[in-house]
């Protein structure tokens, strides 16, 4: 292992107070100093944030009047190249990280959960609720253009370990009840901003989808007298044809009942890895590692930068979700090159879905693509040090 390999296991992280009160944290190499913020930077409008519930089906959403005056530079720029640099408010001496770092958290501006929520307005008993959580953003690299599929594999894992530090912190608030590391790539999926990021999500209640996979976890147990989870990754162990490669700590599988086309979840194998926090070190190299090589393969169906949703999910902090296996999941809305998997009428009003495509078709034409995979051997997961 080179010098340079040996460096990448560890990381630093310095944090920083913007003086709006938001939080950044850089993650980098240990020797790299701490910037200091210049002064004069803006500060934050008061939000009206809070929680309003559907009572028909108990689901909350959240209300976030300011959300809408987010930032756009690919769009109104019409370019994602270094040209288009100085106006993006992730690069290096832009508002958010006005100095040069290698990787970086920071609080979002316009969040839709903040920690210390204003009380919510007078509303419906039991309707209404204070928006409490965290929304960060996360900075893969300074460098603006490039994605998951073309940064270093050393980076991609820079990107898991930080996901893990902020698992890791931010359940250490007892009011945070889950965690969701996402990213949305491209703008068909409403991504604003090219820069390669990510978002983080820290909730203070479980979100419905996640209440329902808690339920069906504890019915199984309670029922089957086992772990719903351990069954999935059997069924998708005993099923290569939807596999989309063979790894040996995750299933990488177009799921069974996949909701869009080209739907991969990458699932953790063993009992008990429930949360990033929960991995091994050579499990967390191999889910970094994997996770690039479906966003290649991806990239490489149609020869373009495919669009798509992707969260880490993992278990929550609830009674019954001990028997959560930690997946990625990636959800890209083509269906064909030049056509997009709209989720319509039946989709948005039921939640039933409605796919035209055989899962274990999609799976074998990702798995046939050649990509370039680099040994999972040759590189280690980072460990963080403050
Ligand atoms: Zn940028
Ligand atoms: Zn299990």
Request: charged share 20%; net charge negative.
């Amino acid at each position: 292992m080179s010098t340079a390999e040996h460096a990448s296991l560890h990381l630093t992280r310095a944090e920083l107070v913007h003086p709006d009160g938001r939080r950044i944290r850089l993650y980098g190499n240990p020797g790299a100093s701490t910037p200091a913020l210049p002064p004069g930077l803006p500060q934050l409008e008061p939000t009206a944030l809070h929680l309003r519930c559907d009572a028909l089906t108990g689901d909350w959403v959240a209300v976030s009047p300011s959300r809408n005056r987010r930032p756009l530079t690919h769009a109104s720029a019409g370019a994602t190249t270094a040209a288009a640099a100085p106006a993006c408010p992730l690069c290096p001496g832009g508002p958010e990280l006005p100095f040069p770092y290698e990787a970086a958290v920071f609080d979002n501006r316009f969040p839709s959960l903040i920690p210390d929520a204003p009380a919510p307005p007078d509303g419906p008993d039991g309707l209404i609720a204070a928006s409490t959580g965290r929304c960060e953003v996360v900075c893969y690299t300074s460098q603006h253009t490039g994605s998951v599929a073309t940064l270093h594999p050393e980076q991609v894992a820079r990107v898991v370990a930080i996901w893990r530090d902020r698992t890791g912190a931010l359940l250490e608030d007892p009011r945070i009840a889950a965690v969701l590391p996402f990213e949305n790539r491209g703008e068909e999926v409403g991504a604003t901003l090219s820069h390669p990021h990510g978002q983080l999500y820290a909730f203070d209640r479980l979100p419905p989808i996640t209440a329902r996979r808690v339920a069906a976890l504890r019915r199984h147990r309670e029922t089957a007298d086992g772990c719903l989870s351990c069954r999935l990754v059997g069924i998708d162990a005993a099923a290569p044809e939807r596999a989309v490669r063979d790894a040996e700590h995750f299933t990488v599988a177009v799921p069974y009942a996949a909701r869009w086309p080209y739907e991969v979840h990458i699932r953790a194998r063993r009992h008990g890895a429930s949360r990033l926090t929960d991995l091994h070190p050579e499990e967390q190299t191999e889910l970094a590692l994997l996770l690039q090589d479906v966003v290649r393969r991806y990239d490489a169906l149609y020869g373009f930068e495919l669009p798509y949703l992707c969260t880490v999910q993992q278990a929550p902090r609830a009674p019954g979700a001990e028997d959560w296996h930690l997946s990625i999941e990636l959800l890209p809305p083509h269906r064909g090159p030049e056509t997009l998997k709209v989720r319509a009428s039946v989709e948005t009003a039921t939640g039933a879905f409605i796919n035209d495509t055989l899962p274990e078709a999609s799976a074998a034409q990702l798995a046939e693509l050649p990509i370039h995979a680099p040994p999972i051997a040759a590189y280690a997961a980072p460990g963080i040090h403050p």
